[in-house]
């Protein structure tokens, strides 16, 4: 799993996954204890019961790392995530749990087309 790391006009960002649909994870440290986990597979994934298990799946990981108080769904793609988490521990735990989901998510991503 290769994570980049930058720092960008918005804040800290952290990307595993790119190029792959089923396992691009982002992570956006946005100021204090403000965090934005953005999952691109989340867009397309909208079939039951693949798509409400990827969401606990999410919410779980990001709920686990240390740090993390609260975390919510914000739009299709994007949590919010309150706290004071470490950025990569963030993207360590999300891209791993979309990676245990990632056979059954590039399959509907693939039969989408």
């Given at each position: 799993?290769?994570?980049s ?16 649909d ?7 440290h ?26 606990q ?57």
């Amino acid at each position: 799993m290769e994570i980049s790391h930058s720092t960008t006009a918005s804040g800290e960002e952290w990307v595993c996954g790119q190029g792959d649909d089923a396992r691009m994870v982002g992570v956006l440290h946005i100021d204090g204890d403000n965090w934005q986990v953005d999952v691109s597979a989340a867009e397309f994934v909208r079939a039951e019961p693949l798509e409400s298990r990827m969401r606990q799946t999410v919410i779980d990981a990001i709920t686990g790392v240390p740090g993390v108080e609260e975390a919510y769904e914000e739009d299709r793609e994007a949590w919010t995530v309150i706290g004071h988490p470490s950025g990569e521990a963030l993207i360590t735990a999300v891209a791993a749990a979309m990676d245990t989901l990632a056979v059954d998510v590039q399959a509907h991503i693939d039969g989408l087309s």
